[in-house]
Structure formats: structure tokens, C-alpha cells
């Protein structure tokens, strides 16, 4: 009896202490979560059995390697050079007699999609000051850091059009670049396709509610454009010229992978990098509020939900959406985490925010 007493004594503030860890532990996890999330079904992906897995991307040329620096985009205008955004805040380009040049400095963390401009340089998405123009001489001018009122956040892709107007997508309008698995496990669509008028210096909402809207093309005749969905797994054609202008209707679905950055081929056709963000196993999450909670709550665990470290997809698709081939690096063994392909002159050029390089592989 003395003893039970004691113990009681001992226990009971004690387990007062633990009922109030876990109940800081749960309110912590519920209530304060950072995210509302719903379920997200990853779906089978369809007509892979005739594109096999194979290593061609292990067959890349690394160029500039310890150069730059996570290169999310990559692109070559049409002297040849090449100019990529690093993770350390440079435009660095590569001319064609093989020199790098470390070009300029923009002081973000945040670079993400670049394109050439008629005007003349490069235009950039910087996920934190909106779309900048990088003007032949280096100089950095922001373009556009509004719309309707509020500021632009998580600017990502870009492409021009040959009036000069630009197109480009906002993935989130409520997480940021470092908190992009947020938007991927809230699941909820806060994504925008913009366009900015250099005429009014005005932008635009073109498409609202759009699931992690990332890589933007327009078609060879302009007569629609490709906004990808990364969570969605697909990506949308939108129609700006003929009967069905204005119309959106599905481009590709059920990818296997997360669309990132999509680019234009020479032909007419497109290459849509694919970002494996589910690790074998952790599908589970998608179907699970309370793990989805659970995970915005403790981020660490993110690393390991992602599986975009451990393996590169690339897809090629024709103009009607069919899929031509595909570029893998299974294991990651060379490329993992490619985010954008580039092709010019019978060569895929690719950026990876997990590489010290630009991987060149030569198109058979
Ligand atoms: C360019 O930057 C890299 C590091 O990012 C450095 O190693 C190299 O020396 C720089 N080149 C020049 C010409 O400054
Ligand atoms: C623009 O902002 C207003 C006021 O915040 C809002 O009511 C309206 O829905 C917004 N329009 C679009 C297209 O988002
Ligand atoms: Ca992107």
C-alpha cells in the first residue's frame, strides 16, 4: 500500500506532465499545422509498358561541372549560347568556344525558369521578387511583382511569345520555394498561369486554380500553350488562337512523375522533365490527412517522403500529347532531381536542381 502511495505520488504530477506533452504534441500537429490538407490519388501511370526503364541519361556529357550550381533551367538562344540560373544567385553562361563565363550576379536564392527575349538578354522567374529582365549587359530590371493587388510569390517558369508578351506560372500563391512539399501535401490548388503585357506593363490572370503550376510552352504556331501540373501529374493545353481560343482541356495525364519544366523542340514537339516526388513506400502519405499533418509539422521527414534525389525522368511528347520517348537515369546514378531539358542542335541539355552541372547528351 506504501509503496502503491508512493508511486502514486511519484506518477501522478508525472503523468499530468506527459498527458500535457502529448496534448502539446497533437495540438501542435492539428491545430497549428501549417497546411489543411486533402487526400491526393497518385494515379497508375498509363501507357508506360511500351517505354520501358532504361540508363540513356547516364549517358550525359557534364558540362561546367563544380561551376554551377543547381541548376533548376537551362536554355540556348539562337547564337548558341548557353545560359543557366544557379542556386547561388548567377546567371552563368557558356559561349560556344567552350568558355564559362560567370556573367551575373543577382543576389537570389531563388532563380528558377529562364527564356530568351526578343528584347534582348534573358527573362527570369525569381521565386521571390516575381519575373525579372536580365538585359543584354547583365542588368537585372523586375517586370512584374504584382497582380490584382497582391505580390507575386513563387514565380517559376517563363516563355515569350512573338508579340512579346510572357507567360509564366505562379506555383503557389500560399507557400514559398522553400516550402514547396507544403503545397505538395496541402494538395489544394494554388497555382496561377499569368501573362504580362509589355504594351500596359500590365498582368494578368490567364488560368486560376492550377495544381503546382510549373513548366510553361507555347506550341510552334503559338496557337496554344502547356502549363504543367507537378501534383497533378499532368499538364494542360490552354488555346489562345481558333475555334476553341480560350479553352483548356488536358495535354498529358496520369505522367509518371511530377511535370516540371517543359520546353519546345525544333520539330514542334515537346521535353517535359519529370521529378519523382514519392519514394517507394510513401505513397501512403497522399492518403492519409493525419501523415500529412504529421509531416508539415516535422520537416525533416519531408527528405524522405521525396523521391526526387534519387532518380531523373525525361519525357518526350509530340504536339498531340503522345508520348515519344523516354530518358531515364533509374537510380540516379549520373542525373537525379532533372528539372528542365532543352534540346538544340541534336542535343538535350539538362538542369537539375541535385547536379554541380549541365548534363549534354547527344539526341540518336
Ligand atoms: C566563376 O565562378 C566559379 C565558382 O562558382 C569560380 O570557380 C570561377 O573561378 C569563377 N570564374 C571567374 C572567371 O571568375
Ligand atoms: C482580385 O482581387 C479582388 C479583391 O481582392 C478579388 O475579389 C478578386 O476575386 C480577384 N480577382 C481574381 C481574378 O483573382
Ligand atoms: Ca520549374
Redesign the pocket.
Known amino acids: 500500500m506504501a509503496l502503491l502511495g508512493f508511486l502514486g505520488r511519484f506518477l501522478l504530477p508525472f503523468s499530468g506532465f506527459v498527458f500535457t506533452c502529448v496534448l502539446a504534441v497533437a495540438l501542435q500537429i492539428f491545430v497549428f499545422s501549417p497546411i489543411s490538407p486533402d487526400l491526393l490519388h497518385i494515379p497508375e501511370p498509363s501507357s508506360l509498358t511500351s517505354f520501358p526503364t532504361n540508363t540513356h541519361l547516364q549517358g550525359v556529357n557534364k558540362l561546367g561541372e563544380g561551376?554551377v550550381?543547381n541548376s533548376e533551367d537551362v536554355l540556348v538562344d539562337e547564337n548558341g549560347v548557353l545560359y543557366t540560373a544557379t542556386r547561388d544567385g548567377?546567371i552563368k553562361r557558356l559561349h560556344r568556344d567552350g568558355s564559362w563565363e560567370?556573367w551575373t550576379m543577382l543576389n537570389s536564392q531563388t532563380l528558377l525558369g529562364i527564356t530568351a527575349t526578343r528584347r534582348g538578354g534573358i527573362i527570369v522567374c525569381d521565386a521571390e521578387k516575381g519575373l525579372l529582365w536580365v538585359d543584354k549587359d547583365g542588368h537585372a530590371k523586375v517586370l512584374s511583382s504584382h497582380v490584382n493587388g497582391s505580390e507575386l510569390r513563387f514565380a517559376d517558369d517563363v516563355i515569350e511569345a512573338s508579340d512579346g508578351s510572357l507567360y509564366f506560372s505562379i506555383a503557389s500563391t500560399k507557400f514559398d520555394l522553400h516550402n514547396w512539399y507544403l503545397d505538395v501535401l496541402e494538395a489544394k490548388p494554388h497555382g496561377q498561369l499569368l501573362k504580362f503585357d509589355p504594351s500596359s506593363s500590365l498582368t494578368s490572370i490567364v488560368l486560376d486554380d492550377l495544381c503546382f503550376a510549373n513548366g510553361v510552352a507555347l506550341s510552334r504556331d503559338e496557337d496554344f500553350l502547356i502549363v504543367c501540373e507537378t501534383w497533378k501529374f499532368r499538364c494542360l493545353k490552354h488555346w489562345l488562337k481558333g475555334d476553341e481560343e480560350g479553352k483548356t482541356e488536358i495535354f498529358i495525364d496520369n505522367l509518371p512523375g511530377g511535370p516540371d519544366n517543359i520546353n519546345l523542340a525544333p520539330d514542334g514537339s515537346f521535353w517535359i522533365a519529370l521529378v519523382q516526388f514519392t519514394s517507394e513506400g510513401w505513397e501512403i502519405v497522399h492518403a492519409s490527412k493525419a501523415a500529412k499533418h504529421l509531416i508539415a509539422t516535422f520537416p525533416s521527414m519531408i527528405k524522405r517522403m521525396i523521391g526526387a534525389h534519387r532518380k531523373a525522368s525525361v519525357l518526350h511528347v509530340g504536339a498531340d500529347g503522345k508520348i515519344i520517348k523516354k530518358l531515364d537515369d533509374p537510380d540516379g546514378k549520373v542525373m537525379s532531381f532533372v528539372t528542365s531539358a532543352f534540346e538544340f542542335e541534336g542535343h538535350l541539355y539538362l538542369g537539375s536542381l541535385n547536379a554541380n552541372f549541365i548534363g549534354k547528351l547527344p539526341l540518336l
Open positions: 561551376i550550381k548567377w560567370n
